[in-house]
């Protein structure tokens, strides 16, 4: 509640903004470690869907296809993926103060590259150790920057391809197996 009522005073102040993030920054800090088991067993959540293996397995396997369609060359970004686009090989352009990433066939798998090597990176900084995560304050950024780009539009495009859809559901599909059962009896209809 301090850091709250901090937040209060400065805004009350006139305070530089910089002191604002910090605060804001804290308070995020203070959020995630508080919920560290929490986000760490949602970021794993994906072996209990697909039981032997994870969302980052599976997807690393994907590959486009030509039944995908891409209806647009470029999608707009956050500044805050800029940074991680361009070191994913992604290079990004500017325009009246917006980011755009190129959104074609042959970069739809750098975004989904970044997109697991993201995940992966949250699930390292979460991966608990008894109740205890391991550096919360990293994790807490990277888990941001893992929303903003989930956010995004393209990623949103990503997930609409047919090929990740039919990866997907074909890995649904298999660990669901033998677990349905069809109780079908069949009255005499008088």
Not at 52 to 78: A, G, V, Y
């Amino acid at each position: 509640m301090s850091l709250f009522n901090n937040i209060r005073a400065v805004l009350q102040d006139g305070t530089k903004q910089t002191n604002i993030a910090n605060i804001v920054q804290r308070i995020t800090v203070l959020i995630v470690r508080r919920c560290a088991p929490i986000i760490s067993h949602r970021l794993r959540s994906d072996k209990f869907i697909f039981q032997d293996t994870t969302l980052d397995n599976i997807l690393q396997r994907w590959e486009p296809s030509d039944r995908d369609h891409f209806s647009k060359t470029e999608c707009e970004i956050s500044v805050h993926l800029v940074k991680l686009f361009q070191t994913m090989g992604i290079q990004c352009r500017q325009s009246n103060g917006k980011y755009f990433a190129p959104w074609t066939k042959e970069m739809a798998p750098a975004w989904m590259k970044t997109f697991l090597s993201s995940l992966s990176m949250c699930k390292n900084y979460f991966k608990l150790e008894g109740e205890v995560a391991g550096d919360t304050t990293i994790g807490a950024a990277t888990l941001k920057v893992l929303q903003t780009l989930v956010a995004s539009e393209g990623f949103r495009y990503l997930l609409r391809l047919e090929s990740v859809n039919a990866i997907l559901d074909r890995e649904v599909l298999i660990c669901r197996r033998g677990t349905i059962f069809f109780n079908i009896s069949i009255s005499p209809m008088i």
